[in-house]
């Protein structure tokens, strides 16, 4: 089947937005433009392009008011008219109630509703460390153990350590590379011994020209350019596997639409946990955008039922995180948003995307790495903002997961990393209750952080970007804004305390309070 060209008869639909309406859904990596209204001009199409994080064909409304397809859809907003489009299935509109929350909750319950399962518990109770910015494309055994070891003399709880890309011997050679690791079971037992549980980063391409390749082509696992056949001297096989350009280069690609494909990555995947005793695994690419141009799979496929089937293999995989996602809402797979530049434009998006993604269903949720996930961020010392740092650490701490990359005590003075190790902790003083709201999730659909107008419709809250509500009935405002040291919060009705011991009445105004460098504003609800 040639993927591009997978079509059938258009549907549409338009909605006129009202005066004080406001629309969210869509995509994660676009959160931070949403809400929008009816001033709003956007066009977004998810055919095939997922902006590299999670995408999910919902839109909802402060109004009760939702849109869902069970299949990519285009939908923009112009002259105050909402427009949604579908090339391959039936556009389901409505109103449920007549608020956000209403809206959420029938959207969540019909068309993507909860299993009663959550990724691993210790990816909620503890922070999460990657080695990506610190090692980068050199993971090797020493420095793996070494930054492991760092972690617990600099006094942070161990948690989840994940290795990232390059440990490998090569793409779709899932096997550790015997330059880089002497003895990688021994590694593993370190690692455990330290109290760490170990995922390994994996991806759906396949390295050209290695032997896996060469049998994977012959068995007809791997996707196919839209030639299908090749007529050359002495080849192994007349397939002809597409070759993909991606950030690492050029690769063919696992064709996961064909059960055999799946058998044989899921056999990768258990044998690395047989034999080395790896936990979990950090699931990388699966982006739509690389299933595009005219490429041909076993079984009639979209580009984002590409995307679709790389996700579902983590299911099996309860330690398990995912960055490009598609209509997997509601499943127990841990998504994280994409990776952010260590600027503070990127901070100021980490609240919204974060909310985009609650708002669409995807319960389960890291705002990327502390500081920021783009290495070439961190390659110059002298351009590192300590100020960023710990305040990207005050925006993780009470969020769903956090996840350090760049080692604070590395990078920041004393004082600073103190300040992150403190928020580290903190994040584990609140694990058991995330976790409980993790499990509240499984069965309600409910996410686990929401923006304020979820958690408190109808006051007014739209466009609330920089709070934003943990559970029910704590509201948490970290400082994005560089140099900060007072900001404004809005706390609803009802009497709060915060967690200096001050009580405030909410309700009646907007509050200002003093935000040194070293504090993280959350607020209880006592009544």
């Not at 079984?299 to 039922?305: A, Q």
Request: charged share 25%; aromatic share 12%.
């Amino acid at each position: 089947m040639n993927i591009s060209s997978f079509s059938q008869e258009k549907e549409s639909i338009d909605l006129v937005i009202e005066n004080d309406e406001y629309w969210w859904g869509g995509l994660s990596s676009l959160g931070y433009e949403t809400p929008y209204n009816n001033n709003s001009e956007v066009t977004v199409n998810l055919f095939g392009d997922n902006h590299g994080n999670q995408a999910q064909p919902l839109l909802v409304s402060s109004k009760g008011r939702y849109v869902w397809c069970e299949s990519p859809v285009k939908y923009s907003i112009s002259n105050g008219i909402l427009s949604v489009s579908s090339n391959q299935g039936k556009i389901h509109s409505g109103t449920s109630g007549s608020n956000l929350q209403s809206a959420y909750k029938y959207v969540s319950q019909n068309y993507f509703p909860s299993n009663s399962k959550i990724p691993d518990e210790l990816l909620f109770t503890n922070p999460q460390y990657n080695t990506w910015i610190e090692l980068m494309y050199d993971q090797n055994e020493d420095d793996i153990i070494e930054y492991a070891q760092s972690i617990i003399d600099n006094g942070y709880p161990p948690g989840v350590l994940m290795i990232d890309d390059n440990w490998q011997e090569d793409y779709g050679t899932w096997e550790f590379s015997s330059r880089r690791f002497n003895d990688p079971k021994r590694m593993m037992k370190k690692l455990h011994d330290m109290g760490f549980k170990v995922m390994l980063w994996v991806c759906p391409f396949v390295s050209a020209d290695s032997q896996v390749f060469r049998k994977l082509a012959a068995d007809g696992l791997l996707l196919l350019d839209a030639g299908k056949t090749q007529e050359v001297l002495w080849a192994n096989t007349r397939n002809k596997a597409a070759i993909i350009r991606w950030w690492n280069g050029a690769s063919a690609c696992l064709d996961l639409s064909n059960p055999k494909t799946k058998e044989w990555f899921k056999g990768r995947l258990d044998y690395l946990m047989d034999e080395y005793g790896v936990d979990g695994f950090k699931f990388d690419a699966g982006d739509a955008q690389f299933y595009k141009g005219g490429l041909v799979s076993f079984n009639e496929s979209s580009p984002n039922d590409h995307t679709q089937y790389f996700a579902e293999l983590g299911l099996d995989y309860p330690l398990n995180e995912y960055r490009a996602s598609w209509k997997m809402a509601g499943l127990p797979l841990a998504q994280r948003l994409r990776d952010k530049g260590h600027r503070w434009e990127d901070l100021e998006k980490l609240i919204p995307d974060q909310m985009s993604q609650s708002v669409m269903g995807y319960a389960y949720t890291c705002p990327d790495m502390i500081g920021g996930g783009e290495y070439q961020s961190f390659l110059n010392a002298s351009s590192i903002d300590e100020e960023l740092i710990v305040r990207s650490a005050q925006v993780h701490a009470l969020m769903p997961m956090m996840q350090f990359s760049v080692a604070p005590w590395r990078v920041l003075n004393k004082t600073n990393e103190r300040i992150c190790h403190d928020m580290a902790n903190l994040h584990k003083e609140f694990g058991s209750h995330i976790l409980k709201l993790a499990k509240e999730a499984s069965v309600t659909g409910n996410p686990i952080v929401k923006p304020m107008e979820l958690a408190f419709p109808g006051n007014g809250y739209e466009t609330i970007k920089d709070q934003f509500v943990l559970g029910n009935d704590i509201i948490v405002a970290p400082v994005i804004e560089k140099g900060a040291r007072t900001r404004n919060v809005v706390l609803p009705k009802g009497q709060w305390i915060d967690e200096q011991g001050k009580k405030y009445r909410g309700g009646e105004k907007v509050i200002t309070i003093d935000v040194p460098l070293k504090r993280l504003p959350y607020f209880k609800k006592i009544k």
